[in-house]
Antibody
Framework: EVVLVESGGGLVQPGGSLRLSCSAS????????MHWVRQGPGKKLEWVSR???????IHADSVKGRFTVSRDNARNTLYLQMSSLRAEDTAVYYC???????????????WGQGTPVIVSS | DIVMTQSPDSLALSLGERATIKCKSS????????????LAWFQHKPGQPRKLLIY???TRHSGVPDRFSGSGSGSDFTLTINSLQAEDVAVYFC?????????FGGGTRVEIK
C-alpha cells in the first residue's frame, strides 16, 4: 500500500525557515517524480515544486529562490526547504506522487494528508 | 499559467440523480508528446487524502466505480456522476498537467438534498 506522510509543519515567524518532509512507502520511490502542492485558507490548490527521478527540480514563481525541493532516495523521503517565509505562504502543504514511473505526466495517484504551515508574528 | 475555471461551486442533488461538473481551461489541454487531454479529476472527502478519479480527461483510474465518467476535449471538460450515492458526498476538482506549471480548479462541493 502506498503511503505518503508529511511532517515538519508548524508556526513560524515571517522571514523564518522550515523544512517539510514527506515519508514515502509502498512503492519504488526513486522511480517517481514527486510534487509539493499547497492550499491556503479559502484558496485553490497551488502547485509549489517538482523533482524528477533524476533530481532535477522546478519551482513556482511565487516560491522561486526561497523554497528548495529535494529527495533522499535511500530514505524514501521528499523534502521542501522553505526560507524567507511570508504570510502568504500560510497553507497546508501536501506531497503527491505521479501515477506512472519515469514519466512527467503529473496526474497524482496518491496524495499525503498534508502538514500545516502558519507564518505569523 | 493556465487558469482552470470550475462550475458550479456547489451542487445538491437527490440520491440516484446525475451530477454534472464543468471545468474550463484558459488554453487547450491537448499539449506535449501525448495525444490526450492533460486533465485529471479528483475527489476529496474530509479527513482523507485526495483520490484520483479520472486522467487523460476520460480514463477512469483503477478501482473507481463506473458511475464516474469524464468527457470533453480542448478546453471544456465534464465530470459526470451517474446515479449519485451517499458515499459520493465530497469536493471534486479538476487539474491540468500541461507542462510543468500545474493548476487546479476551485472545486465543486456535492451534497445530498
Amino acid at each position: 500500500e502506498v503511503v505518503l506522510v508529511e511532517s515538519g509543519g508548524g508556526l513560524v515567524q515571517p522571514g523564518g525557515s522550515l523544512r517539510l518532509s514527506c515519508s514515502a512507502s509502498g512503492f519504488t520511490f526513486s522511480a517517481y517524480w514527486m510534487h509539493w502542492v499547497r492550499q491556503g485558507p479559502g484558496k485553490k490548490l497551488e502547485w509549489v515544486s517538482r523533482i524528477n527521478s533524476d533530481g532535477i527540480t522546478i519551482h513556482a514563481d511565487s516560491v522561486k529562490g526561497r523554497f528548495t525541493v529535494s529527495r533522499d532516495n535511500a530514505r524514501n523521503t521528499l523534502y521542501l526547504q522553505m526560507s524567507s517565509l511570508r504570510a502568504e505562504d500560510t497553507a497546508v502543504y501536501y506531497c503527491a506522487k505521479v501515477a506512472e514511473a519515469y514519466t512527467s505526466w503529473a496526474y497524482f495517484d496518491h496524495w499525503g494528508q498534508g502538514t500545516p504551515v502558519i507564518v505569523s508574528s | 499559467d493556465i487558469v482552470m475555471t470550475q462550475s458550479p461551486d456547489s451542487l445538491a442533488l437527490s440520491l440516484g440523480e446525475r451530477a454534472t461538473i464543468k471545468c474550463k481551461s484558459s488554453q487547450s489541454l491537448l499539449c506535449g508528446s501525448h495525444n490526450g487531454n492533460h486533465l485529471a479529476w479528483f475527489q476529496h472527502k474530509p479527513g482523507q487524502p485526495r483520490k484520483l478519479l479520472i486522467y487523460w480527461a476520460s480514463t477512469r483510474h483503477s478501482g473507481v466505480p463506473d458511475r464516474f465518467s469524464g468527457s470533453g476535449s480542448g478546453s471544456d471538460f465534464t465530470l459526470t456522476i451517474n446515479s449519485l450515492q451517499a458515499e459520493d458526498v465530497a469536493v471534486y476538482f479538476c487539474q491540468q498537467y500541461c507542462g510543468d506549471r500545474l493548476t487546479f480548479g476551485g472545486g465543486t462541493r456535492v451534497e445530498i438534498k
